[in-house]
């Protein structure tokens, strides 16, 4: 379906008093590989971000409530008297849990930049195929 540039016809029924709507169907022909990476980067970023406040939160939303030590009793109750004794913490520390949030959010910056970029690349490729997407632009314009 190919759209010819020209405004459509007014949609009346969502028009205010006093105004009519000017709309022009277009179709994105042209990703920038750049520009795409650019802005994937950034909200990866923020992505990022929310990752590792989350897991911040989380860990001392566990820590406050107690459950760290619950498991530590439950396993020291399941393993008996003779048992070596079991500290959660030395497994789910603090700065071992950041870590591996950074890590991991480091890791998703990388991916989903890589991956923005080509799919944009793909999208070039294969537009020429499928015509591109089809973006309908409305401006309300007061009648004069």
Known sequence: M??????????????????KTRR??????????????????????SLAVIIIVATILMW??????????????TVDDIGGEG??????????????IVGL?????AFE?????????IFAAIYNATVTFTGGVEVTLSEDQPVA
Do not use: C, H, W
């Open 2 to 19: 190919q759209g010819t540039g020209q405004p459509a016809q007014a949609d009346p029924t969502n028009v205010a008093p006093g105004t």
């Open 101 to 105: 949030a950074l890590v991991i959010a």
């Open 109 to 117: 910056i990388v991916l989903t930049t890589v991956l923005a970029t």
């Open 83 to 96: 048992a070596s004794a079991f500290d959660i913490f030395s497994f789910v520390s603090f700065g071992r």
């Open 24 to 45: 022009a169907r277009l179709f994105v022909t042209r990703l920038e590989p750049y520009s795409v990476a650019k802005s994937a980067f950034v909200l990866s970023l």
């Open 60 to 73: 001392l939303m566990l820590s406050l409530s107690g459950t760290f030590d619950v498991i530590n009793s």
